[in-house]
């Protein structure tokens, strides 16, 4: 199994930062993906930044945070990273992390951790 876990999340004031972090445990061969989505209350889950590392890709971002969040990753630490800058209003959401593995018991297949709660006040 895989196991996510998100952290980070918090009330913030707009035009603030955060920083989300994603550990990344478990049986893992290998990483095909990672990547973070949000859901706002009342919408669906949405992409905001996600790589294919298989491909060797840059990182393709959501139009509506170009510019402003930044995701990385360690490696080393099978963590991942979304760097938020100059959050608005339309930031307030649950942000899910997103990991396509191979493990030694499955295929390529997505896991999901439970989500850490951004709120961005005006």
């Known amino acids: 199994q895989v196991q996510l876990v998100e952290s980070g999340g918090d009330l913030v004031q707009a035009g603030g930062s955060l920083r989300l972090s994603c550990a990344v445990s478990?049986?893992?061969?290998?990483?095909?993906?990672m990547g973070w989505y949000r859901q706002a209350p009342g919408k669906q889950r949405e992409l905001v930044a996600a790589?294919?590392?298989?491909?060797?890709?840059?990182?393709n971002y959501a139009d509506s945070v170009k510019g402003r969040f930044t995701m990385s990753r360690d490696t080393a630490n099978n963590t991942l990273y979304l760097q938020m800058n100059s959050l608005n209003g339309e930031d307030t959401a649950v942000y899910y992390c997103?990991?396509?593995?191979?493990?030694?018991?499955?295929?390529?297949?997505?896991?999901w951790g439970r989500g850490t709660q951004v709120t961005v006040s005006s």
């Open positions: 997103n990991v396509r593995a191979t493990t030694v018991f499955h295929m390529a297949r997505d896991y």
């Open positions: 478990g049986m893992i061969r290998s990483i095909n993906a």
């Open positions: 790589l294919t590392i298989t491909t060797g890709g840059s990182t």
